[in-house]
């Protein structure tokens, strides 16, 4: 059981569109997750979803959640996408597929 109050998620926007990491950021914590302030990402793609260990059900979940396709959920692997980051359980790097939606 997935306890949202308690995964911090970071949203970071992977284009160009102003507002988009904002307008995410505020969606999920309407639904209850432990948002962190939004950031600008690297240009993605498309939506990657990046987890932590531990934290693979959470960003599923949050996948699900904002209408993203599974195969978007990724484990971290140590990486560091986002400046400052890496610590944080995950990290949603938005795509032009999410402006697009």
Request: hydrophobic residues 45%; charged residues 10%; without cysteine.
């Amino acid at each position: 059981m997935v306890v949202k109050s308690q995964v911090r998620v970071q949203v970071a926007n992977g284009t160009t569109v102003t507002g988009l990491a904002r307008n995410f950021t505020q969606q999920l914590l309407t639904y209850g997750w432990d948002t962190l302030p939004q950031a600008n990402g690297p240009r993605v793609t498309s939506t990657v979803i990046y987890y932590n260990p531990g934290f693979a059900s959470a960003a599923r979940t949050i996948a699900a959640e904002l209408k993203f396709s599974a195969s978007a959920v990724r484990p971290l692997n140590g990486g560091n996408p986002v400046a400052g980051a890496a610590s944080d359980d995950v990290i949603v790097i938005l795509g032009p597929d999410a402006a697009a939606g």
